[in-house]
């Protein structure tokens, strides 16, 4: 991941760690004064941030300037959860194809994601910073592939994946230890090359992050 280095970039982490916590509802109103005195910070870098969140489909901002969190159904996770699959799955073969980045830096940054997420969802265990964990690993499988538009397309269908999975299915009910194995797992496939077991795994975690979402209808 690129490293954050304006305020704007720092705010739209912040707004989505945010969403993840479950402080903002499906089709709430937000205001740019209210975002402001919230993360302490002037209007600017607000705005800034707001346009890049509406950009990944995360918030929406109407023409008369009105800001929302969207509203996603189940059909929706179910469909966002498709188009992950697919974008990852295409992402992985290019990448153990060797069309992508370095192969050793990769793998050495997802082996550390996992062994954090493992921690993670031990004693000192915290859903949130899991949580945020989780998006970084799934983003940097995306961006290993080298295919910039790809990555853009992932990021647009991440943001809706992102406010309608963890609205509809507070951070309490998910599971975070499956999570932490499939991500194990799946770095030790790309280590022994095998490409037939990835897109396996990404079946099983997406069926895992839906199905908590379709039991709570």
Do not use: W
Not at 13 to 36: K, R
Not at 45 to 62: E, R
Not at 108 to 136: C, H, I, W
């Amino acid at each position: 991941m690129k490293v954050k280095n304006s305020l704007d970039e720092i705010l739209y982490e912040h707004i989505v760690e945010s969403l993840i916590n479950g402080d903002y509802e499906m089709g709430q109103n937000l205001t740019l004064d209210e975002l402001a005195h919230r993360f302490e910070v002037s209007r600017t870098p607000v705005v800034q941030a707001v346009k890049l969140l509406a950009n990944d489909g995360i918030l929406q901002i109407m023409g008369n300037g009105r800001i929302y969190v969207p509203e996603y159904d189940q059909e929706h996770v179910r469909q966002m959860c498709e188009v992950r699959q697919m974008v990852e799955g295409h992402a992985l073969e290019r990448f153990m194809s060797g069309l992508g980045l370095s192969a050793e830096t990769v793998l050495a940054q997802l082996n550390r994601y996992s062994e954090e997420g493992v921690r993670l969802t031990g004693s000192s265990f915290s859903p949130k910073e899991f949580a945020m964990l989780d998006r970084r690993f799934h983003r940097l499988l995306v961006e290993a592939s080298g295919n910039r538009i790809l990555l853009e397309t992932y990021d647009r269908v991440q943001g809706r994946f992102l406010v309608s999975n963890y609205l509809l299915c507070p951070l309490r009910l998910r599971d975070f230890s499956g999570t932490a194995r499939d991500h194990v797992r799946l770095v030790e496939s790309i280590r022994s090359g095998d490409i037939h077991e990835g897109p396996a795994l990404f079946t099983a975690a997406y069926r895992r992050c839906a199905s908590p979402v379709v039991r709570m209808g």
